[in-house]
């Protein structure tokens, strides 16, 4: 198994200003999964690995027992989790032999920033063209946007909480900016 | 500022993609058998049209997905987005600008 636990970006170093409901997430396996999903052997053994039915809507999250797969584009999702990422492409490359696939671990791709709290969204919406109004953005669902003008992917992953992918050499520009986002909303009235 | 339909993710902002000039250009099938003035022709000649416009724009920081839409290039009306190989929509018969 990979020993990642150890893993740092250029965010730690700002990560003590961050104000409270924003944090970087300890890293967890990331596997990028490219196929065809009109291909029941794929969606098959995909499934028999990872128990997730992969979605084919777009910007749309399906949860698992160990790893949710998030909606990149029409034949790609990323796979995230606590689990092992060397342990699952070598476990997904196993059940797709022979298939037109790809299956790469991108754990050290990018960094995931957590944002809750009532103000979350708010702070988001600061950020972003994207409209990460309620109405429009609920859980279950992710985006591929810009945030602070960086390329990042946002998912709501509760009421009140998102997790926020960005690349970890953007990660101290893009955390700094979010915990400014969201830091005038925790100043005392 | 744009607002393109992406055929997978929906209307988003103009900033998350990336034009990519004329639609419907087929590379030459046999890129020998071309003479230079012929390939420059493929490769540099593009229409400069005043109206409605099939061009290819890519959702770069979405889903990373070429497609085409058709915009008028007088008004920055967009009729619609379709996938590669798909059938352009019908243009509109008052057209905002010469076709
Ligand atoms: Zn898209």
Redesign the interface.
């Known amino acids: 198994m990979a020993d990642n636990a150890s893993w740092i970006t250029p965010a730690a170093a700002i990560a003590e200003s961050f104000p409270d409901g924003f944090s970087e997430l300890r890293p967890c396996a990331q596997v990028n999964l490219r196929g065809d999903i009109a291909d029941l052997a794929f969606t098959d053994a995909v499934k028999s690995v990872t128990g997730l039915t992969l979605p084919d809507m777009p910007n749309k999250v399906a949860t698992g027992k160990d790893f949710k797969a998030l909606w990149l584009s029409p034949d790609e999702w990323l796979l995230v989790g606590e689990g092992d990422a060397e342990a699952l492409v070598q476990s997904l490359e196993d059940a797709l032999a022979g298939q037109h696939v790809a299956v790469n671990d991108v754990s050290a791709n990018r960094t995931i920033f957590e944002l809750s709290g009532p103000h979350s969204h708010h702070a988001l919406m600061k950020s972003s063209e994207y409209d990460f109004h309620p109405r429009v953005f609920a859980p279950g669902d992710c985006v591929q946007t810009l945030i602070a003008k960086s390329q990042a992917i946002v998912e709501q992953v509760g009421e009140n909480m998102f997790h926020i992918y960005v690349r970890s050499s953007f990660s101290r520009y893009v955390g700094g900016w979010l915990a400014e986002a969201l830091a005038e909303y925790n100043e005392a009235p | 500022m744009l607002n393109i339909d992406c055929p997978?993710?929906?209307k988003?902002?103009e900033?998350?993609f990336r034009y990519g000039g004329e639609a419907h250009i087929a590379r030459p099938e046999d890129p020998a058998a071309l003479d230079d003035t012929e390939w420059a022709e493929f490769l540099f000649m593009r229409k400069n049209t005043k109206g409605y416009f099939a061009e290819r724009w890519l959702h770069n920081?979405?889903?990373?997905?070429w497609f085409n839409v058709i915009r008028n290039t007088v008004t920055h009306e967009i009729v619609g987005s379709y996938k590669m190989g798909e059938t352009p929509p019908k243009l509109p018969k008052s057209a905002g600008g010469a076709k």
Do not use: D, P, V
Request: aromatic share 8%; proline share 0%; charged share 35%.
């Open positions: 997978w993710c929906g988003r902002h900033t998350e920081n979405g889903c990373r997905r």
